[in-house]
């Protein structure tokens, strides 16, 4: 398996546009979560996923940011309208077992 | 309410030097703790849980439920061993908290 696959690895993009990113799961898990990590605040989980289905959306910041799992194969984090506060990495991770989590490389996101 | 705390930011040490990176939880069920490494510009990867009371890289960390504490140690520094390490705490219903990290920079 090539382990958590995530989409765009790096993004710079204008202050006010729409932003998407993607994460593949590891293929059989049924949890995946969303995490952005600052300089700041470390790793901040956002939201995350069992069996497709939201569980925790807590720690999104705001209704600019939303997450979906249409299919166990498949999730996205999307920021609208983009602003330069949310500038970080954003890691996707799924798990089966409950605290063994597997992280993907990390979208790296600036916002101009 | 779970809180993971690692106190220093920054932490820096000469090669061959002991290292430790504080971590102190609070936890109100019994703790399942971890570390996770992140060398520069790579994914998080699991360094080494609790319960598994092993040795990797030369690293271990003993829960010490007393002090609420799970230190991270290794006697002597390597300068791979610079990273960003993240201490965690399993904290039910499948969600993992973290730390705010430490930054460890082994000086050659």
């Known amino acids: 398996d090539a382990g958590v696959i995530q989409s765009p690895r790096h993004e710079v993009t204008e202050m006010g546009q729409e932003v998407t990113l993607r994460c593949k799961p590891i293929?059989?898990?049924?949890?995946l979560f969303w995490y952005r990590q600052t300089m700041m605040r470390g790793l901040e989980l956002l939201i995350y996923?069992?069996?497709?289905?939201?569980?925790?959306d807590s720690g999104m910041p705001e209704d600019r940011f939303s997450a979906k799992m249409p299919n166990a194969s498949f999730s996205t984090l999307k920021i609208q309208p983009s602003e330069p506060r949310d500038s970080a990495v954003y890691f996707c991770?799924?798990?089966?077992?409950?605290?063994?989590?597997?992280f993907g490389e990390g979208s790296w996101l600036t916002v101009v | 309410a779970q809180r993971v705390t690692q106190p220093e930011k920054l932490l820096s040490v000469f090669k061959g030097a002991p290292v430790e990176l504080k971590c102190n939880y609070s936890?109100?069920?019994?703790?399942?703790l971890f570390w996770y490494v992140q060398y520069s510009r790579q994914r998080l990867q699991l360094l080494l849980r609790?319960?598994s009371r092993e040795s990797i890289k030369g690293f271990t960390a003993d829960l010490n439920k007393g002090e609420t504490s799970f230190h991270l140690k290794k006697p002597f520094a390597q300068e791979e061993d610079s990273a960003m390490y993240y201490c965690?705490?399993?904290?039910?219903?499948?969600?993992?908290?973290f730390g705010t990290g430490t930054r460890l920079t082994v000086i050659p």
């Open positions: 965690a705490l399993n904290g039910g219903a499948n969600n993992l908290f």
């Open positions: 991770a799924s798990s089966l077992n409950p605290g063994q989590k597997y």
């Open positions: 609790h319960i």
């Open positions: 293929s059989g898990h049924n949890s």
């Open positions: 936890y109100s069920g019994s703790p399942e």
């Open positions: 996923f069992n069996n497709n289905v939201p569980i925790d």
